[in-house]
């Protein structure tokens, strides 16, 4: 009896512990993005465009070519946290790809920065496989801001997609 209970907690104790250690590549997959920040991906050739909200701004090409999308760009803060805060850190961005529907069908981060000051940019390049249902894309990011000094305060804010 005491055994079949040691047993029943084991179970348990490692379930979580491997459920917990799964990786989150799936975390956006089917999430709505916001409809006020999507471009048409290209059929082929190539678009130049600057994605901008309120913190960040990505100026971007994307080139299509035989079922891959080449993406290149720089990542800089926008004016208000230029003003605003003083630095940056845990910065990630990603680029999202989107059905006709607005949910991501796949995603790749393109930049992730510890510690930047808000004046700071950063360039990125990569070439990923275009899945048949991607129509569309957008970015996406969190970042935590602060406001002076490390221990005078932290701002986290965020523009991704939404789960349902």
Known sequence: MRSKLLRTILVAFLSVVILGCQPT??????????????????????????WQDMYLKIGHQVTATAGDLSVQGTIGYANHPQI???RAQNLNVYLFLLDSDKRVVSYQQLSTLSWSSTQDTDSFKMDIPRPVKAVAYTFGYEVDFIEGEPDSGMTTVWNLPEKN
Not at 25 to 49: E, H, K
């Open 84 to 86: 605003m805060y003083a």
């Open 25 to 50: 590549g799936q975390r956006y997959l089917n999430a709505v993005a916001d409809s006020a920040l999507i471009f048409q991906l290209p059929a082929s050739g190539g678009i130049s465009l600057d």
